[in-house]
């Protein structure tokens, strides 16, 4: 199974031995791709609204992916690959060359928030890396995925929140093509999958 991202339609799908693991991403998809039970590949629930987990096959420099299958999990498995952690790491990786893609400060400098909505479509994906915004938000931050491909970390401050960052996630949840939720968790919810 293809999808895309930006509206551009997935190249057809390539064979199973043709996936390399450097292409194997973990994925946030919506619970109903599941919910029916015939899912192509696996899936990890998670106590989070509208969102699973699944993985993905994404080629370097596209918006585009494809699902992993099961016959891909049982061909990686036959060479003694362990696919989630291969996962993992190239997450990692790209993660490390673009955290998130937009930010917001206030007057004086400090970070109130950071969207992800990446052209890789694997934004919000990146909040499945522990700490990545420890340094970012000093004092903690709450996550919310208002949005298939969008994703913002808010940080906790002391007094008022600056309202601005309500009215993102809620835009993006009221605006977006592929609502989720507006709901914010802690970051943790996300970490150890």
């Not at 096959?57 to 003694?80: I, R």
């Not at 952690?85 to 400090?110: C, H, I, K």
């Not at 835009?171 to 507006?182: I, Q």
């Amino acid at each position: 199974m293809q999808g895309w991202f930006g509206g551009k339609p997935a190249p057809e799908a390539e064979g199973v031995k043709t996936c390399a693991l450097d292409d194997l991403y973990p994925i946030l998809i919506p619970k109903t791709f599941a919910e029916t039970g015939a899912w192509v590949g696996p899936v990890e629930a998670l106590d989070v609204d509208g969102l699973d987990l699944s993985w993905a096959v994404q080629k370097a420099d596209t918006n585009w992916v494809n699902y992993l299958s099961h016959a891909m999990v049982a061909s990686w498995q036959e060479q003694g690959a362990d696919w989630r952690a291969a996962a993992t790491a190239n997450l990692t990786r790209r993660v490390a060359t673009q955290p998130w893609s937009g930010e917001l400060r206030d007057d004086e400098g400090r970070m109130i928030l950071v969207v992800f909505l990446h052209d890789d479509g694997l934004g919000p994906s990146r909040l499945l890396v522990p700490g990545l915004l420890d340094e970012v938000f000093p004092n903690g931050y709450e996550v919310a995925i208002p949005e298939l491909t969008c994703a913002v970390a808010v940080g906790r401050v002391e007094g008022e929140e600056d309202p601005r960052a309500e009215q993102m996630i809620q835009g993006c949840f009221a605006d977006g093509t592929r609502p989720v939720s507006p709901r914010r968790y802690a970051p943790e919810v996300f970490w150890g999958l």
